[in-house]
């Protein structure tokens, strides 16, 4: 945090309209973030609770090999697994989906706080030396790339926090 917020005094010092873009820029992000972690964390409840009749089916396949041989039900359970794992890959897919959606939307805004850095820079080349125009360029690219890992991070600690809730809902099962 305090590497980011000497990018922003330091982005600030060199070009004062970089301080209008910073508000708008977390509260866009601030909200994407929260209606991604919505749909990941749903994303990924839905994908441990697919992923789960995998390994059952694997699990049984391998203590009843002997009797699924000696029927002959080989081709039942082979046709089983391949439908929990197509089940389970058509979730993955829409999770991968939704990550590259919020990575591509988290870099586009990366991308518009650029954009007017370099305008501003291009709009007083004449006021600032090249040097300092550099030093601007390195410390925004520094800020938008913090500025990712900070609502990255956020998103990826709310998605862990559904293994623990899983967990906690297993102890939670009347025993048998």
Same mark, same amino acid.
């Given at each position: 945090? %305090? #590497?980011?917020?000497?990018? @922003?005094?330091? +982005? *600030? /010092? ?5 301080? =209008? ?26 994908? %441990? #609770?697919?992923?789960?009749? @995998?390994?059952? +089916? *694997? /699990? ?5 090999? =002997? ?44 991308? =518009? ?64």
């Amino acid at each position: 945090i %305090s #590497i980011l917020m000497g990018s @922003i005094i330091i +982005c *600030y /010092n060199l070009n004062q309209y970089s301080l =209008i873009c910073v508000p708008i820029l977390f509260f866009i992000g601030f909200s994407l973030t929260s209606y991604y972690i919505n749909c990941g964390r749903d994303l990924n409840r839905i994908e %441990s #609770i697919s992923k789960s009749p @995998i390994l059952n +089916c *694997y /699990n049984e396949s391998i203590n009843g090999i =002997i009797s699924i041989r000696a029927y002959d039900k080989t081709g039942e359970f082979l046709n089983k697994y391949k439908k929990t794992l197509f089940n389970h890959y058509l979730v993955v897919v829409y999770k991968f989906s939704v990550n590259a959606w919020y990575s591509l939307f988290l870099n586009l805004l990366a991308f =518009i706080y650029l954009f007017v850095v370099v305008l501003f820079a291009n709009l007083n080349m004449n006021v600032f030396s090249p040097g300092v125009i550099g030093l601007l360029l390195k410390y925004s690219i520094s800020f938008t790339d913090q500025m990712l890992n900070v609502f990255e991070e956020m998103s990826n600690i709310e998605k862990a926090m559904v293994n623990y809730e899983r967990c906690d809902s297993y102890t939670k099962i009347p025993k048998e």
